[in-house]
Structures are given as C-alpha cells and as structure tokens.
C-alpha cells in the first residue's frame, strides 16, 4: 500500500504558543497587582476600574483561559495532529478559533473591569459573550472530531481520551452554568437562585477546574512526558483507569465548595465522600507520569524541560492530595475562607499548569522552528526561580490560612471571642501578604526571562509552517468479532461510541446531585418573613455585584459558635430563594454580611464606602467614592422587576409600572437619614442604592423573631 503524504500545521501552533506567552504574562502581572493591593491599598489607584474586586475575576480569567486555554489549544493542535497522523480537518476553523478565542480574551479585558459581571466565579462574563463563546467552543470541537474522523491511525491513544473528555465536559458545564435572563445587553439575571444557583455554580466551579485545568493537560502529559523522555508510557492498563475513574469521580465533588452552608446535608456528604475517593485516580496519573521517567532520571538532571514536568507532576500530586484533605469536614470548618484555600489553588495552578505549559513550550518551539534552545541556562534558571517563586508563595499562604482560621475561632477562657474584630486578623497576615507578592514577582521574572529565551530561540530558526509528513491510509479493515483483546481496545476505534459513554459517564453525578435539589421543594424550605428586594434595594445589590463587592465577603454565616458569636444567626436556605444570583462568596478578606443589615447606621455605611479608614483604621479595603458621584441608573428598573417576575419572584401583578416611584420613596428616606448627620447626598445615587441593600441583608429573620416574641 503507498504512503500518502500530508503537511502538519505548525502556524496554528505557534500562534496559540505565542498567546500562551502574552497573556501569560498579563495575567500574571494583573495578579501581582491584586496580591500587593492587600498589603498596599493606594495601589487601588483610586479608581473604579482597577479595585480588586473588579480586576481580581480579570486575573482568573486572564490565567485560566487566556494564559491556560492557549496553552491548551497550542499542545492539542501539536499532538492531535501527530497523534492521528492528519493535518486539522480545517485551517480555516482553526484561525477562526484561534482569532475567536482572542477575542472572547479581549472583551473580558473591556468588561470585567468596567463591572459587568455576572458574579459567578469563573464564569463572570455576561450573556452575549457566552453565546460567543459557546460557538467557538463547537468550533474547536468540529475541527478536533474532523481529524479524528479523517485520521490514519485506528486506535486513539490516550491523550485523545482526555481532549474527548475535555470538550464534552466543558460544554456541558458552560452550557448548565450559563442559563440566563438577559434584562439587557449587558446585563442578565441567573435562573437559578440561591442554594440551587451555589450548586451549580460550584458544579461548575470545581469541574472547570476538573475539565479545563485538569484532564487536558493530563492529555497533553501522556504525549509530551514520553516524548521528551524517550520512554513508552509507565502503564496501558494504569492510564485506562486513571482514565475512566477520573471523570466519573470528579464530576461529584463540587459540594465540598459548600460544606457547613444552606445546601443540604446530602448532597454536602455526596460530595464529601466523592472527594476522598477523587485521590485514587489522581494520583494514578500522576504516579503513571512518574514512572514513565524510569531510568531517565539522568537525563532529568540535564534538561530543564523534564524538570518542569518532573515538578508539575509533583504539584499536581500535592493539589490533588490537599483537594479530597480540604473537603474533610473537620479541616473545612478551618481551611474554608481563608488563604489556606488559596495557596492550595496556587500550588495547581502555578505548578502543575504553569509548570507543564513552559515544558511544553520549551520543547515545541524549537522543533517547529528548526533549531535548538536557544540558551539551556536561561531555561534552567526560570526552573530554579519559578520553583522559589512557588514556595515564596505557597508557604507564607499556608501560614496565613492557619492564622486566619485559629484567630476566627479562638475565645478566650471566659468565653468570649478572643479577635472580635475582623481587622485584627487581616493586620496579623500582612507580612504574609508581602511574601506571597515576593513568590508572584519572582514567578513573573521567570516567565519573562522564558519570554526572551523563546523569541531568541524563534530569531534564530525559521518556522516550518507546513511540516511534511507521510503514513499509510487508514482502510477499512474486518475484524472477526472477538478477535480483537480488550473492550477498551474496540473502543479506542470507535470515537464517536468513545464520546457518548464519556458524555454519559459525566452526566450520571450532576444529575445525582442536582435533579432532587431542584425538583423536590423540601430541599429548599421557604421562610415565611422572607421578602423580594425592593427596586432600591435590587438595584443596590446590582451595584454590589457590579464592584465586585463578593470576592471579598462572604453572605453566609456557618453554624459554628464562633461565627454567630461574631456574625449573628446562622444562614437558612430559605433566606436565598430570590437571590439571583448568589452571594455566598469562597473567602473572607472582609467580614462576613449576611447579618450586617440595621447592625451600622446608615452614616456609617456612607462613611464607610468613601473612605474605609475611617471606620476602621488600618482597613486594606478601597474607597468608593464614585459611588457618592454616579447617578443610579433607575431606566433599567422595570426591566429587572419583570424579569424578576418572569423568573417567579413574586411581585404584585403590575408592579415593574410603579417600582421607580417606591424606589424614589426609599432613596428619598435614605438622603433624609444622611442628613440628620450632616451628610449632604442627592437621592439619586449609586450609594444611596447600596446603602438599601445593605441595610436589607439579613432583617428578613430578624423581623421574624421579632414578631415571634
């Protein structure tokens, strides 16, 4: 039989390598600025546009689908193409998702810190933007099935099962997490709400991270470790059950996100004890990648590139311990909002995704452009400074994490809180926060110093855009029916089959976890003194989404003694049926708010917003004074009332027709309270509103025992 010749393309490589670098680096100096702003406020700028709570999602999305996602798109594109020994099914779908995937990048660089958001984390860009995104993602996918489809290998190997599992997973989980009520263009309300809106999200949450971050780069590991190493994989067998056990497992273990909330305690313990279980696959793959370095470790002291992945692989063995460690209920009651939650996701993301995208890099880009590396000490130096940059980072955090949770909880021997103020603990983890600021800047020289090392290693080759490449045709070939070992050796021949059992097995935890929440009322009892938000106060809560006021505070109180000593009455799920969405929030950089409301006058909460130290001396929190500035948009204000009906908040009949005049009726009241102390504001104004939602949060059940005693 004659060998057919192809060309692979490489452009398509490079030009995700590329963005993989810039955005890399973006998004890491995006996170370098938010670090020092927790231990330097006027690094806050005083601007609206660069507060932490605005550009923190910035820096998420920067690094999880800018820096990430290119980096995704560029090992794929390599691999699959060698792998199925195909050119793309289509270069023209492929510069449509390169080009589409840029900007879906760039219109979350406008948006996020303009403050339209939808507050959901990781998945904070608004409702036309998902629609684009959902199109490219079809768009990738068409292009990866129309290889695989046209290939000339049979069997797919393992790397594929992961980027299969990748692309069907995540189109779920964007497609459930996305179900909005646009009111606007830019500007939508989630049709969930509160406890059945936290277990989405965190479904969403904790596989975005399983899916996105995770099983991609598993994919890329088993085509680039034993590439670089010279060495077949450590275990066919290993990597099949690493493989299947892996996606089944995870999709279970987002409510470890909501362990002690208003979710109930089912669905906590589903995903208690799916997490403890998620370690046996992770780790399968992580020893399957160490092994596979068996009698190369001589060669791993010699070339940066498996020492990236040598570290990677370990951090990502460290990650997946902590994760299913975490979700013990014992430790969360600790961990939980604190730093010790951060740390833990840097150690997998700075070391386990970071790690293994340099590797890459440093082995690819010098094969498609025809030379070598062009310095192996400059490549070795980013090893030794991004390692010390980890450390300088995780370490202060871990420490961090530990002092915020033992100064939550500590009474002294009367009885009484020890810290009952929240500042006192976010002033002990300062010094901390310097030192994780030190471990981010000494990461980002490393990426800078690779940067260099990269462009001069382009400099001196010349790309080979269309790499020649030959193989033999794949025919049609008849297999007597059992002649062939294996079940899961059939199947790798069967793609589409390989598709549906993987989109088969991911939908059985979610439907599990999520169908009783919804449809059984009992999960999520109503309390009869909780009220819809009056439009002042909608539109105050918009406001407080808008500035990004929930990657700071938290809005639910755990039944601990230690946070209703502090906080108040523990939070009920009733409390949350009109909340769209959710406010739960994943750490405490401030106090908790679900009680705050009638616990400050309003004065306060004006004082407050302007200017924080002077209710709270040494506060790391941001002024707002815009907010005294800007008027309340109020045209919107109908819009959202019926939408909020549409979405079964039980408004009176009618009601969007005369909501702008109770909410002037209200604002007015809120400027007279202002001015019996001497503080002259207008009506119509941002903090106006905000100061309404505040003032709400928690009354509800306040007014129910009142009217009980």
């Known amino acids: 039989?004659?060998?057919?010749?192809?060309?692979?393309?490489?452009?398509?490589?490079?030009?995700?390598?590329?963005?993989?670098?810039?955005?890399?680096?973006?998004?890491?100096?995006?996170?370098?600025?938010?670090?020092?702003?927790?231990?330097?406020?006027?690094?806050?700028?005083?601007?609206?546009?660069?507060?932490?709570?605005?550009?923190?999602?910035?820096?998420?999305n920067a690094v999880i689908f800018a820096f990430v996602g290119n980096g995704i798109f560029m090992g794929v594109y390599y691999s699959l193409q060698r792998l199925l020994k195909a050119r793309m099914y289509s270069d023209a779908l492929s510069k449509i998702h390169f080009w589409g995937w840029q900007l879906l990048i760039v219109s979350a660089v406008i948006t996020l810190p303009l403050g339209i958001t939808t507050s959901h984390e990781y998945a904070e860009l608004e409702w036309p933007i998902d629609i684009f995104l959902t199109l490219i993602w079809v768009v990738f996918g068409i292009n990866m099935f129309g290889t695989i489809i046209k290939?000339?290998?049979r069997h797919m190997y393992v790397a594929i099962w992961f980027y299969i599992a990748t692309f069907v997973t995540v189109a779920v989980l964007h497609i459930v997490n996305s179900f909005q009520l646009p009111v606007s263009l830019f500007k939508s309300y989630y049709l969930y709400a509160g406890v059945q809106d936290a277990l989405v999200q965190w479904w969403y949450g904790h596989n975005a991270v399983a899916f996105f971050l995770t099983t991609p780069y598993l994919g890329m590991m088993y085509y680039f470790l034993p590439k670089m190493a010279n060495r077949p994989v450590y275990s066919y067998k290993l990597s099949i059950l690493h493989f299947w056990s892996l996606i089944?497992?995870?999709?279970?273990?987002?409510?470890?996100?909501?362990?002690?909330?208003?979710?109930?305690?089912?669905?906590?313990?589903?995903?208690?004890?799916f997490s403890i279980m998620l370690i046996a696959p992770s780790w399968g793959g992580m020893i399957n990648g160490l092994l596979t370095l068996r009698g190369a470790w001589d060669k791993v002291r010699d070339d940066a590139t498996l020492k990236f992945m040598v570290v990677g692989l370990t951090a990502y063995g460290m990650a997946t311990f902590e994760g299913p460690m975490l979700s013990l209920k014992q430790i969360n009651g600790i961990a939980h909002f604190t730093d010790w939650i951060v740390s833990h996701v840097h150690v997998g993301a700075l070391g386990w995704n970071g790690f293994l995208t340099f590797a890459i890099l440093y082995w690819l880009i010098p094969r498609i452009y025809q030379t070598t590396l062009y310095s192996k000490k400059a490549a070795s130096f980013h090893f030794w400074i991004g390692t010390l940059g980890i450390l300088f980072y995780a370490i202060p955090m871990y420490w961090s994490g530990f002092t915020q949770g033992l100064m939550w909880k500590e009474f002294t021997p009367e009885g009484m809180l020890k810290y009952p103020n929240f500042l006192e603990t976010t002033l002990a983890i300062i010094p901390m926060h310097v030192l994780r600021a030190v471990g981010g800047a000494l990461?980002?020289?490393?990426?800078?110093?690779?940067?260099?090392?990269?462009?001069?290693?382009?400099?001196?080759?010349?790309?080979l855009a269309d790499e020649p490449a030959e193989s033999l045709p794949l025919t049609p070939v008849f297999v007597p029916h059992g002649?062939?070992?294996?079940?899961?050796?059939?199947?790798?021949?069967?793609?589409?089959?390989?598709?549906?059992?993987?989109?088969?097995?991911?939908?059985?935890?979610?439907?599990?976890?999520m169908m009783p929440t919804f449809m059984v009322s009992s999960n999520v009892p109503t309390i009869a003194s909780v009220k819809p938000y009056s439009p002042l106060e909608l539109q105050g809560r918009d406001i407080y989404i808008k500035e990004g006021c929930v990657n700071c505070h938290t809005q639910t109180v755990r039944p601990f003694r230690s946070e209703t000593e502090r906080y108040g009455e523990y939070s009920k799920a009733g409390e949350y049926v009109y909340d769209h969405p959710f406010l739960w929030g994943s750490k405490r950089t401030g106090p908790d708010l679900h009680r705050v409301g009638g616990k400050y006058s309003d004065a306060w909460h004006f004082n407050h917003m302007f200017d924080p130290t002077t209710m709270s001396p040494g506060s790391i929190m941001p002024p707002y004074p815009w907010l005294v500035e800007q008027d309340l948009d109020i045209s919107t204000t109908p819009a959202k009332i019926k939408a909020m009906k549409t979405l079964g908040v039980p408004y009176p009949e009618g009601y969007e027709d005369r909501a702008v005049d109770d909410l002037n009726k209200q604002a007015s009241q809120i400027s007279a309270n202002l001015a019996k102390d001497n503080i002259q504001v207008a009506s119509n104004k941002e903090i106006v509103a905000l100061i309404a939602y505040l003032q709400r949060l928690g009354v509800d059940i306040k007014a129910n025992k009142t009217a009980a005693n």
């Open 443 to 463: 990461y980002l020289a490393g990426v800078i110093v690779m940067t260099w090392n990269i462009y001069k290693t382009m400099a001196q080759g010349k790309l």
């Open 248 to 273: 089944f497992i995870y999709i279970w273990a987002g409510p470890h996100h909501l362990l002690y909330t208003s979710l109930p305690s089912w669905a906590q313990s589903l995903g208690v004890a």
């Open 483 to 513: 002649s062939e070992k294996g079940w899961h050796r059939r199947l790798e021949r069967r793609p589409m089959q390989f598709l549906v059992i993987s989109l088969i097995v991911i939908l059985i935890g979610g439907m599990v976890e």
């Open 151 to 153: 290939r000339r290998e």
């Open 1 to 60: 039989m004659q060998l057919e010749k192809f060309n692979y393309d490489n452009k398509i490589v490079r030009n995700f390598g590329i963005a993989t670098i810039i955005w890399g680096i973006v998004g890491m100096t995006v996170g370098l600025l938010i670090a020092s702003q927790l231990f330097q406020p006027s690094l806050n700028m005083s601007s609206q546009y660069t507060t932490f709570g605005r550009i923190r999602p910035l820096h998420t």
